[in-house]
């Protein structure tokens, strides 16, 4: 079975500051795609990023990017010029090509202070 | 925006009792799961739907029950509810052919006393 897993609870970061979120997973699999959402105080889920295990070059969204290891089996989240609005909860999940089940992690707080 | 309307918002029930969470897509994505999101816990898969009329477990599917008679809707039953049921739970829905990504509802609270 697939797993997730983010070691880190909780976060803080200043303002315009960078922050690196960790998740590492555990399969077997060759074709998977990883992603990191974002759940605001407004508890709306929302896509961030995405990337596809077959793909080498790490995925980027404005200020998000990640660092995808894929031998490592890790998949962290940098968040450039941190705002105020990023601050919530980000998860990061896992698809196996073959299946419709998306497993998340435990999330990681992030609070984004002034 | 994918349209997917989740009611109620906020539900409390008593041990025992049945309740039901809806679930409405305005689109017409071809998968619909149930997820709950307790803390320490993430999200985790209760059930989920690849059409109408096929529905499959997920990972904490016990004490649950789903149906999906029409593409649209996706109602998510607890026939018998418990205090180990009180949760978050979010409805999402993604387009066949576009891998992982999905929409989520804005959730329903529910506690069961």
């Known amino acids: 079975a697939q797993t997730v897993t983010q070691s880190q609870p909780e976060m803080s970061v200043q303002e315009a500051e960078t922050v690196t979120l960790s998740c590492t997973y555990d399969?077997?699999?060759?074709?998977?795609?990883l992603f990191w959402y974002k759940q605001p105080p407004s508890r709306q889920m929302i896509l961030v990023i995405r990337q596809e295990a077959y793909k080498q070059q790490n995925a980027t969204e404005n200020r998000f990017s990640v660092n995808f290891q894929k031998a490592a089996k890790s998949f962290s989240l940098k968040i450039s010029d941190s705002q105020l609005g990023d601050t919530a909860m980000y998860f990061c999940?896992?698809?196996?090509?073959?299946?419709?089940?998306?497993?998340f992690g435990k999330g990681t707080k992030l609070t984004v202070n002034p | 925006d994918a349209g997917i309307t989740q009611s109620p918002r906020y539900k409390i029930t008593e041990t025992g009792r049945q309740v039901t969470l809806m679930c409405h897509q305005t689109w017409s994505h071809s998968y619909m799961f149930w997820y709950r999101q307790d803390l320490g816990h993430g999200l985790r898969l209760i059930y989920y739907?690849?059409?109408?009329?096929?529905?499959d477990k997920g990972e904490v599917p016990d004490g649950y029950v789903v149906s999906r008679s029409k593409t649209e809707n996706f109602p998510l039953t607890l026939e018998s509810a418990t205090r180990s049921q009180t949760s978050v739970y979010f409805c999402a829905a993604r387009l066949a052919g576009v891998t992982g990504e999905l929409f989520f509802g804005e959730g329903s609270r529910l506690t069961v006393l």
């Open positions: 399969t077997s699999e060759s074709n998977y795609y």
């Open positions: 999940a896992f698809l196996w090509g073959g299946s419709e089940k998306l497993v």
């Open positions: 739907s690849a059409a109408a009329d096929i529905t």
